[in-house]
């Protein structure tokens, strides 16, 4: 049971280069998010889907673009990557309805040099 | 407003201890709580979830939680830490069942290390 798969697990791109990341969940959910997890300031949301050909904007969604054609796939991608984007990103595929758990990739690792 | 508070950014204690994690928390609403763990280079796993069906609620690996609505606490707690125990853990409170599917908080986190 795969459960939420990221990738990459690691990448490294110059300052202007662009690149997309890709989350796909087996669980059937119907939400599923991006985040990014740098030191002392936990897991902030970038963006977010509550279902397949929507998106919304969470907490930190500037330099970002999102989509999810396929109900199973989340994309994150940077179009012009900026040395303040370097950060660990999680992805993570909740169930509908109240009260559900998340459930979450590894993180991919990324520099922007 | 809602709002998750880890009291401690790091606790250490020594193996075969017991351990305590605090997390209080603000909801206008009774919410879901979860705690979860995350260790080194690897995504974060539910420990357990809270969601009014018993206020002491047990997860995986020995740990266990009581939701107090007086305190407005969820804390974390095991008997007897084990090596493998160290790692950060998150308290997250969920709103999703009410609102936007977006309102997760999540607490600052706490790194637990255990001493030989």
């Known amino acids: 049971n795969a459960g939420v798969t990221q990738t990459p697990k690691f990448r490294v791109l110059k300052t202007g280069q662009s690149m997309t990341l890709l989350c796909a969940q087996d669980m059937n959910h119907e939400y599923m998010y991006w985040y990014r997890q740098d030191p002392g300031m936990g897991l902030r949301l970038i963006h977010y889907?509550?279902?397949?050909?929507?998106?919304a904007k969470g907490e930190v969604p500037d330099g970002y673009n999102v989509s999810r054609l396929k109900k199973q796939n989340f994309l994150l991608g940077l179009e012009s990557a900026a040395p303040s984007q370097t950060s660990v990103y999680f992805c993570a595929s909740m169930d509908r309805g109240g009260n559900q758990p998340q459930h979450f990739g590894d993180g991919t690792r990324l520099s922007i040099l | 407003a809602q709002s998750v508070t880890q009291l401690d950014s790091h606790v250490s204690v020594s193996e075969g201890t017991p351990v305590l994690l605090r997390c209080n928390y603000s909801s206008s609403y009774s919410p879901s709580l979860f705690w979860y763990v995350q260790h080194p280079n690897k995504g974060l796993q539910l420990l357990l979830k809270y969601t009014s069906a018993a206020t002491l609620v047990k997860g995986i690996n020995g740990f266990e939680a009581e939701f107090k609505k007086s305190e407005t606490s969820f804390h974390l707690t095991k008997p007897s830490a084990h090596m493998s125990d160290a790692a950060e853990y998150f308290c997250?409170?969920?709103?999703?069942?009410?609102?936007?599917?977006?309102?997760?908080?999540f607490g600052s986190g706490t790194r637990l290390s255990i001493r030989p």
């Open positions: 997250v409170v969920s709103l999703a069942g009410y609102s936007s599917a977006s309102k997760i908080i």
């Open positions: 889907s509550v279902g397949e050909g929507t998106t």
